[in-house]
Structures are given as structure tokens and as C-alpha cells.
T-cell receptor, first 113, second 113 residues
Framework: AQSVTQLGSHVSVSEGALVLLRCNYS??????LFWYVQYPNQGLQLLLK??????LVKGINGFEAEFKKSETSFHLTKPSAHMSDAAEYFC???????????FGTGTRLKVLA | DTAVSQTPKYLVTQMGNDKSIKCEQN?????MYWYKQDSKKFLKIMFS???????INETVPNRFSPKSPDKAHLNLHINSLELGDSAVYFC????????????FGEGSRLTVL
């Protein structure tokens, strides 16, 4: 069965520092991978998605993620954190041929001034 | 125009009562979902409908009953509410292809007293 593991439920970075949020997946077939962001009292919105077209995926707000099959990872990065990046981030996986999306447990990003 | 809209946004009710949450999407998507987000932000899929047909029914108590009158609407009715039902319930929709992203509503926060 497919699953997603997010390492670190809380991550703090200084404004202007690199953001790295970790996601590892488990899947017996090539997965489709997603990162979503949730701001307080809002629904989730898509940051970026991997659907096998390119291993380095660029998303909105300066975020990007790299699919590494050998490491079964899909880590999210941003070169320079901004205060507005403070939110909850979710990694998710879906399997081709299914309608099921499985979410990780989330990582809360705190940006320090 | 809100793409996925849920009503009500907040519900506060007593144990044992029955409540409903409505969801509508104007994106023309074929698939709709209900997710439950608990106090630790964990997102768990509950149900999914594709063109009014139930396709995912996770291990959810029978007290929860989804209903899709047409492909643009997916409602959730909960009978005999319990304290453990307190959570934020998110409606989402997606295009028919599974590489498509999920579009989330803003959530309905249910508090059972």
C-alpha cells in the first residue's frame, strides 16, 4: 500500500534562510506526488505536483521539489523564506488508476524575523 | 466565484444531534471528496464520488452518510453526533484524471459539546 511520511512536524527557519521540508513515499508503482499548503482557517491549495514529466518541479511562491526515485523522496525547498510562508505543508500521493489521495501528517513551518 | 464552497463554515451542536454539511463545486469536475482533519491536522479521506457514484468509502461509522444529488454537489449528513466527531471537514473536487490536483473548500468546523 502506498503511504507518505513527512519528517518533522514543526520546522523553524529565519526569514531569508533556506526552507527544506521532507517527504518520503512508499509505493509499488510510480506515484503522483503533490505538495499542498494550508494557511490558518483555510482549505489546502496546491503548491506543485510531480506526474513523471520532469524530476525537478517548480511551483508557486518560489517553491520547488525534486523527485528522487532512488531515495523515494520528494522534498520541498525554497531558497529564501518569507514571513508569508508560515503555514502547514502537506505532502500527498495518489496512485494511477485510483481516485485515492493519501496525505502525510503535515509540517508546520514557522518563519522567524 | 468560489470554486468549492461549503456551508456552514461553523457548526456547534450537542451530542446526539444530527447535522448536515453541504458542498458545491463549479469547476465541472467529475469527482468529489470528503476529508476529515482532526485537531492534529491529520487529513483522512472519508468518501469519494465520481459522477454521483460512490467510489471510496473508508472505514467510517454508519452515522456518516454522504449524498450526491448531482456531480456538482456532495453533502454529508451525520447522525447521533459524538464528541469524537469534532473536527474540520473538507470537501474537495478533482478532474477525472488522477494526476489532477484536489481543489479544497474552506472547511466546516464541527464542534460537538
Amino acid at each position: 500500500a502506498q503511504s507518505v511520511t513527512q519528517l518533522g512536524s514543526h520546522v523553524s527557519v529565519s526569514e531569508g534562510a533556506l526552507v527544506l521540508l521532507r517527504c518520503n513515499y512508499s509505493s509499488s508503482v510510480p506515484p503522483y506526488l503533490f505538495w499542498y499548503v494550508q494557511y490558518p482557517n483555510q482549505g489546502l491549495q496546491l503548491l506543485l505536483k510531480y506526474t513523471s514529466a520532469a524530476t525537478l518541479v517548480k511551483g508557486i511562491n518560489g517553491f520547488e521539489a525534486e523527485f528522487k526515485k532512488s531515495e523515494t523522496s520528494f522534498h520541498l525547498t525554497k531558497p529564501s523564506a518569507h514571513m508569508s510562508d508560515a503555514a502547514e505543508y502537506f505532502c500527498a500521493v495518489s496512485l494511477s488508476g485510483t481516485y485515492k489521495y493519501i496525505f502525510g501528517t503535515g509540517t508546520r513551518l514557522k518563519v522567524l524575523a | 466565484d468560489t470554486a468549492v464552497s461549503q456551508t456552514p463554515k461553523y457548526l456547534v451542536t450537542q451530542m446526539g444531534n444530527d447535522k448536515s454539511i453541504k458542498c458545491e463545486q463549479n469547476l465541472g469536475h467529475d469527482t468529489m471528496y470528503w476529508y476529515k482533519q482532526d485537531s492534529k491536522k491529520f487529513l483522512k479521506i472519508m468518501f469519494s464520488y465520481n459522477n454521483k457514484e460512490l467510489i471510496i468509502n473508508e472505514t467510517v461509522p454508519n452515522r456518516f452518510s454522504p449524498k450526491s444529488p448531482d456531480k456538482a454537489h456532495l453533502n454529508l449528513h451525520i447522525n447521533s453526533l459524538e464528541l469524537g466527531d469534532s473536527a474540520v471537514y473538507f470537501c474537495a473536487s478533482s478532474p477525472v484524471e488522477v494526476t489532477g490536483e484536489l481543489f479544497f473548500g474552506e472547511g466546516s468546523r464541527l464542534t460537538v459539546l
